[in-house]
């Protein structure tokens, strides 16, 4: 009976109060029935909901490793929300052990993660609660670090946009607030920024549930499979798209027991889509948004936005990370052979490093959406072209349940056995238009510096195509185009070569590459043979040129099919100005020591018997060192170095057919 009792009023203040749809409501009731029948899932939550008793073993082993347990955010939004359905219940229990954890950035600390996007409302939203409901004491900041941070997501959006990954966790915290929160204007910017989250989860979403979205951060387990997974649940609960879950998800539990009103975001969903929306804000205005914050939450605030060694703000990284002995922490593993460089040398630390201390950056950019039914495709133009990429996932298409991407890096047999955080040695330029794109590759020179600290984890320039064969009903190749067909969905990808590598097909990249992939269907195209006619009609070229306008090189490429055309030219500055001859990176000569003191050594034997012209500049484009082409080198040449500044300087070394330039660091 009070389970009766307990389904008449979710429902009733469902319809009534909040106007949520019938069919909604009633995916709620059922997908909390079946998650609590089955043997898996994350049912406490559910059991505290319908208030059946928890699961003893279950929670006693979670609050034994809770206190060092690695980001424990996860499981603490799950409690608090025991905690408020369950009465009191378990508060003897559960109460005890979150008092023995910091909820906050603390000294010294090796495991919790506090500062991106997901965290910081799971960790503030739980803090925030318990002092409403327990009276735990709290310092000023944790208001103003929790009305910030939805405001800000409120004007500007999720920095992690489109994340399959991390949108439900944030869910979860922004969910409690709406549900538990006393203060009105919390629980109201709460519910307006879940909303407005759910209606990004549905751009994306195609007519079968499924979603291969670009995003600012994601793992490659999120393409492997269209549903049962973490997001799955909740595109159901909202559409029922997709396959009907037989399990609760983390997000899952949450939505399904939540009385947040999404009428407004169920009707946001359409089939088809063709639009472009800008995501976030810059860096520079973020100066100014983050102004009012104490020093330490703008900094966070700063991070989550993912500019952790912007040259702009890596100062303060590592004068924080060394203040609160946070080298250590398994989040700052890739930059910690660099903690031996006070904080006044990050800034020009970070500018030799450019290739990776500019593409931590999430915030600030374009997206581009293309749905129709059941194919999408979807990108980031501009995400960094040609730096080290790491979370960033800068296109992907969906043809039915099957998705389609280029990745840059080591090509293994598994491809689930690519790094999960550097899921691209270094990113692309996507040139979208509606259903077709153009992807071009040319990567940045890696300074000796990183490669040294690194291990040559980035030396890897190969770009593979995730194509999964058994997902297709029917597959053609033309000479480098490929094409395949999922019932009555369609795509087309031309390769940049046709080799394969450990089963994937994939292509070594020295200079640049580029590939080409457009998505279509019966609505758009009629019959498989038809659409395969309009690949075999297009037209594509590529070439290299040097600019002497703009003193760049140029990398062009066009692809012309159908009605479209879509063409990029991508050229990379110079310092020289008046020889048109090509530039490429001084890989054949050996410049040593870099870092350097008193002197550089080049070793010139690639280029031996030529007049060589030697030119030095420093970070503001003057030159600082200059040696004409009126002497052959046999071999060695000694630099002297030692009155030169603390900096950042490029080389340029100009044999008699070609340019060569390295960046070096003087310290």
């Not at 072209?385 to 349940?401: D, E, I, R």
């Not at 794109?437 to 030396?459: C, K, Q, S, V, W």
């Amino acid at each position: 009976m009070k389970k009766i009792i307990l389904l008449f009023c979710l429902c009733l203040n469902g319809m009534l109060l909040y106007g949520n749809d019938p069919d909604y409501l009633q995916r709620q009731i059922d997908y909390v029935d079946t998650a609590l029948q089955s043997n898996s899932g994350n049912k406490m939550t559910l059991q505290a909901f319908r208030d059946l008793p928890l699961d003893a073993v279950q929670l006693s082993t979670l609050l034994s490793i809770l206190p060092t347990k690695n980001d424990p955010d996860f499981q603490i939004v799950e409690l608090i929300r025991v905690l408020f359905y369950s009465e009191g219940a378990y508060d003897n229990e559960i109460l005890p052990v979150l008092e023995d954890i910091p909820f906050w950035l603390n000294e010294g600390d090796t495991t919790r993660t506090y500062w991106s996007e997901n965290h910081m409302i799971m960790w503030t939203s739980s803090e925030w609660l318990l002092h409403e409901r327990y009276g735990w004491p709290i310092d000023n900041s944790v208001y103003q670090r929790l009305i910030h941070y939805l405001e800000l997501k409120l004007e500007y959006g999720f920095y992690e946009f489109f994340s399959s990954v991390y949108f439900p966790y944030t869910l979860s915290g922004l969910l409690n607030l709406y549900e538990f929160a006393e203060d009105p204007m919390v629980k109201d910017l709460a519910k307006q920024v879940a909303q407005r989250l759910l209606k990004d989860i549905l751009k994306p979403t195609t007519d079968l549930g499924v979603y291969y979205p670009a995003a600012g951060r994601n793992y490659p387990e999120k393409y492997n499979s269209a549903y049962g997974q973490n997001h799955n649940s909740l595109i159901y609960l909202l559409t029922g798209l997709g396959d009907v879950p037989t399990k609760a998800s983390h997000a899952g539990a949450f939505l399904a027991t939540s009385t947040l009103p999404v009428d407004e975001v169920i009707n946001s969903w359409t089939p088809n889509e063709d639009t472009l929306i800008y995501v976030g804000h810059s860096l520079e205005s973020s100066f100014a948004i983050h102004s009012e914050m104490t020093p330490t939450d703008r900094l966070i605030f700063q991070w989550s936005a993912g500019g952790y060694a912007h040259p702009d703000i890596v100062q303060e990284t590592f004068q924080m990370l060394t203040d609160s002995s946070l080298w250590d922490h398994k989040d700052w593993e890739i930059l910690n052979p660099l903690s031996i460089f006070p904080p006044e040398n990050a800034p020009t630390v970070a500018e030799n490093l450019n290739a990776l201390s500019y593409s931590t950056g999430l915030s600030g950019h374009d997206v581009r959406i293309f749905k129709n039914k059941s194919v999408a495709l979807m990108s980031v133009p501009e995400l960094w072209k040609g730096k080290v990429g790491f979370q960033q996932w800068p296109f992907a298409a969906t043809v039915g349940t099957t998705p389609v991407y280029t990745a840059s890096g080591e090509v293994p047999l598994n491809w689930g056995d690519r790094d999960r955080n550097i899921e691209n040695t270094h990113l692309p330029h996507v040139e979208q238009q509606s259903n077709l794109a153009l992807i071009m590759y040319r990567p940045d020179t890696i300074p000796d510096l990183l490669d040294a600290f690194t291990d040559g984890m980035f030396e890897n320039k190969n770009v593979a195509l995730f194509w999964k064969e058994e997902d297709y009903d029917e597959i053609v190749e033309n000479g480098n185009w490929i094409l395949g067909r999922q019932n009555e969905n369609y795509v087309a990808v031309r390769r940049s070569c046709t080799e394969m590598i450990n089963t994937w097909w994939a292509c070594e990249t020295n200079e640049g590459q580029a590939w080409v992939i457009m998505v279509g269907n019966s609505t758009m195209y009629g019959s498989f043979t038809n659409f395969q006619d309009i690949i075999s009609l297009s037209e594509f070229s590529e070439d290299w040129y040097f600019d002497p306008a703009t003193s760049q090189s140029v990398y062009h490429a066009e692809i012309n099919i159908d009605t479209f055309s879509v063409e990029y030219a991508w050229g990379v500055d110079s310092l020289l100005t008046n020889i048109q001859t090509p530039i490429q990176a001084a890989t054949i000569i050996d410049i040593y020591p870099n870092p350097m003191h008193d002197f550089i050594t080049l070793d010139l034997d690639a280029i031996i018997n030529q007049l060589v012209k030697i030119r030095v500049f420093n970070t503001l484009g003057e030159e600082i060192y200059y040696e004409p082409a009126d002497f052959i080198y046999t071999s060695l040449k000694t630099i002297k170095t030692s009155n030169w500044q603390t900096g950042m300087y490029t080389i340029i070394i100009e044999s008699e057919e070609k340019k060569y330039y390295q960046k070096l660091i003087k310290f």
